[in-house]
């Protein structure tokens, strides 16, 4: 049974953290889902690229997903800390299934208090917002159901990473091997 996986988008996120995730895990043969915070489906980037979303975040069936992903940017990791659906569906997850979040948006889990006690990377700078959890400069942490990466040139690391979690190492290092990288 393949594996699913949610791609939050909104508007201000950043390209290369949402879309190589999603274009990696679905080399892989993950089911992803890019769902919009933003009430409709076409968002804009922090580079100013537009983009429509497979469905809204509120239509997303979220009972048989395996991970959920919020790529990081300003202001989508504002935008995505004050989505009711990402902040529920964090909540809902947490512990229990694999949550990734890359750049500033590991910001949104750690003010929810949900990284306590776990190890985490971010964008430097919003270390303060990871509240409880110990802080590292690491490009890709892994802590239990959490994936964090620190920023854009990380996106590929962490991507893989996502991989590993969710599916194995073998697939991992297939879908590395098949875009040259490493």
Not at 3 to 13: E, H, R, S, T
Not at 113 to 118: E, N, S
Not at 136 to 142: A, F, H, L, P, Y
């Amino acid at each position: 049974m393949s594996k699913k996986a949610v791609v939050f988008l909104a508007d201000g996120f950043e390209e290369c953290e949402g879309l190589i995730v999603v274009d990696l895990l679905r080399r892989a043969g993950v089911e992803v889902t890019t769902a919009s915070v933003m009430g409709r489906e076409t968002v804009v980037s922090s580079h100013n690229i537009t983009l429509d979303a497979d469905m809204l975040c509120e239509d997303v069936d979220f009972s048989d997903k395996d991970m959920i992903v919020l790529p990081g940017g300003m202001p989508g990791t504002k935008n995505l800390g004050e989505s009711e659906v990402v902040v529920r569906e964090l909540k809902s997850f947490a512990d229990k299934k694999l949550i990734g979040a890359i750049c500033a948006a590991p910001s949104v889990p750690g003010s929810l208090g949900l990284l306590k006690g776990k190890r985490a990377t971010c964008y430097p700078g919003f270390e303060d917002m990871l509240i409880g959890a110990e802080a590292t400069r690491d490009g890709v942490v892994v802590d239990g159901k959490f994936i964090t990466g620190q920023a854009l040139g990380s996106a590929i690391p962490f991507a893989l990473t996502l991989i590993r979690e969710l599916i194995d190492a073998e697939t991992a290092d297939k879908v590395a091997t098949s875009i040259y990288f490493g």
